[in-house]
């Protein structure tokens, strides 16, 4: 069941691999998980130390793009 937050759709992942050591789990341009992520959990850095958020909102994930 799907919560009132949730985006059902292609993440639209850089490059999804089974091998974790070559995927990329950073987000597309065109993903519906940019700028649509929640200011709940107040992180001001990404994954990389990056600053959130960039652009309107916060990305979705461990990167912002």
Do not use: C, W
């Amino acid at each position: 069941m799907a919560g009132p937050n949730d985006i059902v759709a292609d993440h639209r992942f850089v490059l999804v691999a089974r091998d974790l050591r070559e995927a990329d789990f950073r987000l597309q341009r065109g993903s519906p998980a940019l700028d649509s992520g929640t200011i709940a959990v107040p992180r001001l850095t990404d994954h990389t130390g990056k600053t959130r958020p960039v652009g309107k909102g916060r990305d979705r994930g461990a990167y912002e793009q």
